[in-house]
């Protein structure tokens, strides 16, 4: 049970990690394992590209084994990173 418990707070702390900067939180990076076996890496990143698109935002977060990470997608943006 807290074990349970553990990863549900993990899991919200990382959403509000982006979500408290105005920033679309796609999934924690655990929903890539799942997929692993059945979706290839270019295809898991298109489908954040097009979710981030979907949502009319120019970035979006997600967190993969312990690190945060960013989709963006605004081309203006792109090029002053």
Known sequence: MG????LIFLARRDANYFESRGIL???NGTYRLSNL????NVENNLE????TRRNNQ???GIVEFGI???VV????LIKSI
Do not use: C, F, G, S
């Not at 997608?73 to 203006?76: A, H, I, K, L, Q």
């Open 48 to 51: 954040m590209y097009n979710r």
């Open 58 to 60: 120019q970035i979006a």
């Open 68 to 70: 945060k990470n960013t």
């Open 25 to 27: 939180y796609l999934w």
């Open 3 to 6: 074990l349970v418990l553990l």
């Open 37 to 40: 076996p059945r979706i290839h």
């Open 73 to 76: 997608t605004d081309p203006e």
